[in-house]
């Protein structure tokens, strides 16, 4: 089991941009990460994945704009966010994955309004 904690979620004109952290309790070098992000009134969906094997997926909606990284010496997951639009308003939890088990965060909160 690994802990979760996201931060950096905020109020943000559109076009502007947003730096997301995930710090984990332990090294997550062995897990596939990823930030997910569930809109008003909308089912949670993957946004940005980042594997154990250096390959990276982002939904349609995200790529050109979204970046995900990690900081393996400071176990932590990061999303930056450029180019904001209020589409892109929702609640965004950071997951880490393997071996069949998935860890969540309790979500951070970007807000797009002009």
């Known amino acids: 089991q690994v802990q979760l904690v996201e931060s950096g979620g905020a109020v943000v004109r559109p076009g502007g941009s947003l730096k997301l952290s995930c710090a984990a309790s332990?090294?997550?070098?062995?897990?596939?990460v990823g930030w997910y992000r569930q809109p008003p009134g909308k089912v949670r969906e993957s946004t940005a994945i980042?594997?154990?094997?250096?390959?990276?997926w982002y939904s349609d909606s995200v790529k050109g704009r979204f970046t995900i990284s990690r900081d393996a010496a400071k176990n932590m997951v990061y999303l930056q966010m450029n180019n904001l639009t209020t589409a892109d308003t929702a609640i965004y939890y950071c997951?880490?994955?393997?071996?069949?088990?998935?860890?969540w965060g309790q979500g951070t909160q970007v807000t797009v309004s002009p």
């Open positions: 997951n880490a994955m393997k071996s069949g088990s998935t860890n």
């Open positions: 332990t090294s997550v070098s062995s897990y596939t």
């Open positions: 980042s594997t154990t094997w250096g390959e990276l």
